[in-house]
């Protein structure tokens, strides 16, 4: 559909300081207003280049300010000739800025469906608008001729630039969330511009929320491919059950790298997942079928040794301790001074007793692994 020109007035505002971008005649009752090089929600992408195609329709909601119907204003980026340049239908004539009277500049501003709040070279609120008063309700005479430190806490936000800010629900209005936009002014204030984001708001929480869910399912450490804290504990959870009821022998080695920031540092690497997968890959080579290996925190793994006494279980925790000591490690080969790095471990074996729940035989292995680091501490020194 082509545009038409018709006996409505034609508003073409110059782009002053981020205030006003474009606007153009308003077309069988909707509002035209051209964005440069930038698309409009539920609409034709507006052309880079300043220009209207006269057989396309731009269309976005207006407000009205008597018999004037006037586009809605848009924060967009200003045109790098801080003008913009419009092809208008034909027999509409722009009108410019200085042609608009002040009370129609302040019916633009008053009505405007953004909600804006002006502040003054002294720190003081000394405007808002109609749509940031309807949001505030009757805490709006708390905020207007007031500074940051006369408002109440809650309301604080609206004076903190470029501002994230949370409204309190009051009364019978919700709860919102509001983004601030702030643009200084000339003279030492600046205005705040808002926008109702509580719809995105909420969304996101939801988010959160389903991610967090999500989390209690998650079996398997990320970083390794292992199973990790939560599915050990089941397992292990499972297995001591089974030697309770038919007192099958049951170990567990809780093994420990001592200087895995050192290797962080080494490898100016943050994520060690690469280490993690190499000892992932070792560690499968050296253990049984039925045993159960996983991460049990950022620098722990846990082996669960069905049918194993503790003998047995600490010969494994010998062995598997000097196969990461001497693992080579590629990521260091590059740097020669690295080349002698080794991983450092500690272990602690438990195995099950009459009477031991889980949590008991986990604590004996870790006070094993911690009085096996304080004796070799003691015999350094």
């Known amino acids: 559909m082509s545009l038409k020109s018709t006996s409505a007035p034609c508003l073409c505002l110059r782009a002053d300081d981020d205030l006003i971008r474009r606007c153009v005649s308003a077309h069988e009752g909707n509002s035209v207003l051209f964005l440069p090089n ?5 609409a034709n992408p507006c052309l880079p280049g300043g220009c209207l195609l006269p057989d396309k329709e731009y269309l976005l909601p207006g407000f009205s300010t008597g018999a004037n119907y006037y586009p809605a204003f848009a924060d967009i980026l200003p045109h790098p000739d801080n003008h913009l340049r419009t092809t208008l239908p034909r027999g509409a004539e722009p009108v410019m800025l200085s042609q608009l009277s002040l009370t129609q500049l302040q019916s633009l501003l008053q009505d405007s469906p953004q909600a804006m709040l002006l502040i003054d070279a002294g720190g003081r609120a000394c405007w808002m608008n109609d749509t ?5 309700g009757e805490q709006a005479a708390t905020v207007l001729q007031h500074s940051i430190r006369e408002v109440p806490e809650a309301l604080q936000s609206l004076f903190i630039e470029n501002s994230t800010i949370h409204l309190p629900a009051e009364g019978e209005r919700e709860a919102q969330w509001l983004l601030t936009s702030t643009r200084a ?8 511009f808002f926008t109702d984001v509580t719809a995105v708001q909420q969304l996101m929480q939801e988010r959160d929320r389903l991610v967090a869910e999500l989390e209690e399912h998650i079996l398997v450490d990320r970083e390794s491919g292992m199973p990790n804290r939560r599915a050990l504990y089941q397992s ?6 089974r030697s309770r009821r038919y007192h099958n022998p049951l170990s567990l080695i809780i093994l420990r790298i001592d200087n895995l920031e050192d290797y962080i540092a080494a490898t100016q690497n943050k994520n060690p997942a690469s280490l993690f997968i190499s000892l992932r890959y070792m560690l499968n080579e050296q253990l049984r079928w039925a045993d159960i290996i996983g991460r049990l925190d950022e620098n722990e793994l846990l082996m669960v040794l069905p049918e194993t006494h503790a003998d047995d279980a600490r010969m494994l925790a010998q062995k598997v301790s000097q196969r990461i000591e001497s693992l080579d490690l590629p990521e260091l080969e590059e740097r020669a001074s690295l080349r002698d790095f080794r991983l450092i471990t500690r272990t602690g074996v ?3 007793r009459k009477g031991d729940d889980m949590g008991l035989l986990m604590t004996r292995a870790r006070t094993r692994m911690e009085q096996s680091s304080a004796l070799e501490s003691a015999e350094s020194d």
């Open 236 to 241: 292990l959870e499972s297995q001591v059950s």
């Open 38 to 42: 930038r698309p409009l929600a539920g």
């Open 185 to 192: 002014l000339e003279d030492g204030g600046f205005m705040q």
């Open 132 to 136: 940031l008063a309807g949001m505030l």
């Open 350 to 352: 438990a195995e099950w």
